[in-house]
């Protein structure tokens, strides 16, 4: 690991103006992510920002009904939220499958949405990788493919987002709150907050790098069947092949919202409306664009098999 300097964000506001001041500065949780990656010396930030101090970590009604999150809120505290379990299970279902008791007791609200989207060939540091260093090539594309993007991939990049919570919120609609060095402040629809990787993979996020989450919200609780299923090689412990976060109404019509398939949580609303009309129309629509590899394109007719289960769980 490379040496870097380390301080303590007395504030917001003193955290983003700290990013400001260092070129490579990385703001720091949980590390559960950052952490490794700056031991294989993925990540090489000169400059450590400690943002557990700040008092992010509430969860609190917002005056439209919904919830909001504080960016410190570890992962385990939410799951086991009350608000949260009886308001958004499908939230909490996600974050319980999502990586070991362990992660998720360390592991904050902002550092889940805000992990690497990454591949096997992203963690050698010996194999090219566009998100590693922009323009070197993707080791992943003619190599093994089985786990990596079928949908929204470039040229440039196939790899995957690995988190469930994202997959989640992006089915709940939920917004991301933001800080800036000089005070303001921004809301980010996850629709909006998660880029796709055409030319420039290694920028991931809508964020700026001195941009600090401090919160995300989510809306007024809806109906219907809250679902998450996640379809992976072992019971525990490992990234999905495919999950789907789904709200399903009564009448058939629903939210849904689905990972392992793509750079970012992959949701087509267009789709949407075809839930009434079963899976495999509103896969077709879901999925269509798809660029599968000969190894992955059992994703296609997983994403409709799994949506099916969804639909046939709701019906029941």
Known sequence: MRAFSYERASSVRNAAEAASQHQDARFIAGGTNLL?????????PSHLIDVNGLGLDAIEPT???????????RNTDLAAD???????PLLSRA???GASGQLRNKATTAGNLLQRTRCPYFYDTNQPCN??????????????TRQLGVIGVSDACIATHPSDMAVAMRALDAVVETVKPDGSERSISISEFYRLPGDTPH?????QR???ITSVVLPAPVGGKHIYRKVRDRASYAFALVSVAAVIEPDGSGKVAVGGVAHKPWRVEAAERELPNGARAA????????????????KIDLVERTLGAVLAEARA
Do not use: H
Request: proline share 3%; charged share 30%; hydrophobic share 40%.
């Open 36 to 44: 490794d990656l700056m031991k294989l010396e993925i990540e090489k």
């Open 63 to 73: 005056s439209e009904g919904g919830l909001r999150i504080g960016a410190l809120v």
């Open 82 to 88: 009350e608000r949260v379990r009886r308001d958004y």
């Open 95 to 97: 974050l319980v499958a």
């Open 131 to 144: 998100k590693r260093q922009p323009g070197s090539g993707c080791s992943a594309i003619g190599g093994y």
């Open 203 to 207: 920028i991931e996020t809508e964020l």
């Open 210 to 212: 001195d941009e600090l």
């Open 283 to 298: 896969a077709a629509v879901l999925m269509a664009g798809a660029r599968p590899t000969q190894e992955n394109k059992f």
